[in-house]
């Protein structure tokens, strides 16, 4: 599976649109990029994905770049529940029941009053 | 709807104690996975099942037994409890490459 790069750590004040990015230059045509998030100390949370086209849902909005070597994840109106460590997974779009789930590091993004 | 459901929150063991870690979902997803996740580490496969009755190892299986006797429930047991064993587990329901968690069980064996 590809790799993927992320900042450690985000801030965003509250009320704004969050934007979080990610690399995956060496991504496949098959894989799709994936977000979760992971709110201190609860099991994560899937949020979205999408393979080239852009997607949205009522949590937020996700843009990949034509060549698909990035994404972006908006968060369109911050909250201070939204603060947690957001993990950018690329992966063939299958069933991980028997596959490792590699979160790697991801971003904390800390919403500001 | 639930989504899944895990008991209890919080437990403590002593060395050699045995126990039964609970995993339920409503979704009716066939998939359905344990994870333990250690102080700023990643998830790691313990074992995962892909329907009633199927059972397989993950990554880290050692210590740990599963059952899947309903598509609902897939408990998790610690045959004999070690330190190392200390981590918080989750369990997982999957649907099509969506993963869902439960709330997680924190387990700290002394």
């Known amino acids: 599976d590809a790799k993927t790069t992320q900042p450690p750590s985000m801030d965003c004040a509250e009320g704004r649109a969050a934007n979080l990015p990610c690399n995956h230059s060496?991504?496949?045509?098959?894989?799709?990029v994936y977000w979760y998030r992971q709110i201190h100390s609860q099991g994560p949370q899937y949020i979205i994905h999408?393979?080239?086209n852009n997607e949205t849902n009522e949590m937020a909005s996700l843009i990949i770049t034509e060549d698909r070597k990035s994404s972006t994840l908006i968060l369109p109106h911050a909250t201070l529940r939204d603060t947690a460590v957001y993990y950018c997974?690329?992966?063939?779009?299958?069933?991980?029941?028997?596959?490792?789930?590699?979160f790697g590091t991801g971003t904390r993004l800390t919403i500001i009053p | 709807n639930a989504g899944v459901t895990q008991t209890p929150k919080f437990q403590v063991l002593k060395t050699g104690q045995s126990m039964t870690l609970q995993c339920a979902q409503d979704?009716?997803?066939?998939?359905m996975s344990w994870y333990r996740q250690d102080p700023g580490m990643g998830l790691r496969l313990i074992h995962y099942?892909?329907?009633?009755?199927?059972?397989d190892q993950g990554e880290v299986p050692n210590g740990y037994n599963v059952s899947r006797s309903t598509t609902e429930d897939f408990p998790l047991r610690l045959l004999s409890a070690a330190p190392s064993q200390t981590s918080v587990y989750f369990c997982?329901?999957?649907?099509?490459?969506?993963?869902?968690f439960g709330p997680g069980t924190r387990l700290t064996v002394t």
């Open positions: 997982a329901s999957t649907r099509g490459g969506e993963q869902y």
């Open positions: 979704m009716n997803h066939e998939y």
């Open positions: 060496t991504i496949s045509g098959n894989e799709y």
């Open positions: 099942s892909v329907g009633a009755g199927i059972t």
């Open positions: 997974i690329v992966r063939v779009n299958r069933n991980f029941g028997n596959e490792k789930l590699t």
């Open positions: 999408g393979l080239k």
